[in-house]
């Protein structure tokens, strides 16, 4: 996400110094406002998994990189308000209450239909990120931020299309109106996303929406859940039979070309976010069959090539975020490079600055 609200979480935070962050790494997702993951217990692995731990080496000389950093890493629980710093070194965190922002939701197109009890609405906020280009808290998730950090969008269900925001004067523009549509990445060329069928089939395809231009169909076939700067991943199936072929696939949007990126793409759960390359970090499914298992978080950088990340009581959750420094990502607390650094559970918003 460069690196993203595609399926379930995408950049954003700034403060003190420290190495800037790449371009938007963070798994492209259709984020609904986040909630604070629950605690969970550190688990001991199975004798079964043998996990693969860093080198004793490995980990100190990450300790020893993370006592030179002076910078500052913006979690929140994606909701308005929620917002804040975890300092490195020291891994200690201050709330922001300039993290208490909303959609401004007018202008918009007028409702389709009045929402139900379990209706779409329009939320305050679809996540929550900081934009270091405009040291501001934005309501959105850190995929759904342009490049230049001068505009984002969100999907609009309740009236349709997807609005794009100028971040400078805060002017919207409604893009597809027609349709529904799930945001997948906003990219400098403008927002990839899914036609949104409600509670109906998925939608196959991927489509383009850019401010003052129709919706341009990228591919008519495929069903993409993750983009990031260059490539969206997803499957030929919404789903499969269990223990049917379901191969992760890679899509060049620049030539349209596909590959299969990793073959068991049934043992992924998600993907976490991308490295500075655009190949996914992601999520597996536990082979030992143990409830409670520990999780496995890999970097797939070449085809079914996958190098283990990170073993932890959950997952990796999007955003994963790589910047000048290196890999930041949320767990059951907060990592660096596969170290711990803060337990705490959240939403990043960007890298370490």
């Known amino acids: 996400m460069r690196a993203a609200w595609g399926l379930v979480v995408a950049t954003v935070i700034l403060a003190g110094c420290g190495g800037t962050p790449a371009p938007k790494h963070a798994a492209a997702r259709t984020p609904t406002p986040a909630e604070t993951p629950t605690p969970v217990a550190v688990l001991t692995p199975p004798p079964t998994l043998s996990p693969s731990v860093p080198p004793q080496s490995a980990s100190a000389a990450t300790y020893a990189r993370l006592a030179t950093f002076n910078c500052r890493l913006p979690i929140s629980n994606g909701q308005p308000g929620s917002g804040g710093f975890i300092a490195v070194p020291g891994g200690t965190f201050t709330s922001d209450p300039a993290s208490n922002v909303a ?8 409702p389709k239909q009045q929402p139900g009890p379990m209706g779409a609405g329009r939320p305050p906020a679809y996540g929550l990120s900081f934009d270091r280009a405009v040291s501001k808290w934005l309501p959105v998730g850190a995929g759904w931020i342009a490049p230049d950090g001068q505009s984002y969008a969100y999907p609009d269900f309740a009236g349709g299309g997807v609005r794009w925001v100028k971040i400078a004067d805060g002017s919207a523009t409604t893009m597809g109106a027609s349709n529904n549509w799930n945001v997948l990445d906003v990219e400098a060329e403008g927002a990839y996303a899914q036609l ?59 030539d349209h070309t596909t590959e299969t990126w990793y073959q068991n793409g049934a043992s992924i759960q998600w993907i976490a976010g991308f490295d500075r390359g655009g190949a996914p970090i992601a999520v597996f499914q536990s082979a030992s069959g143990y409830f409670g298992a520990p999780a496995e978080t890999a970097l797939i950088a070449h085809p079914d090539q996958k190098n283990t990340l990170l073993w932890s009581p959950q997952g990796a959750q999007a955003p994963a975020v790589e910047d000048s ?29």
């Open 103 to 110: 959609i401004d939701w007018t202008g918009a197109p007028p």
């Open 196 to 254: 949104s069928n409600g509670a109906g089939p998925a939608g196959a395809g991927l489509w383009l929406l850019a401010p003052g231009k129709d919706p341009v169909q990228v591919v008519a076939g495929g069903y993409w859940q993750w983009v990031t700067t260059g490539f969206a991943y997803g499957f030929d199936a919404p789903s499969v039979p269990q223990g049917a072929p379901h191969p992760l696939l890679r899509l060049n949007l620049r």
């Open 325 to 353: 420094h290196g890999l930041w990502m949320v767990a059951d607390q907060v990592y660096f490079n596969s170290v711990p650094v803060a337990p705490i559970q959240g939403e990043l918003g960007g890298g370490c600055a």
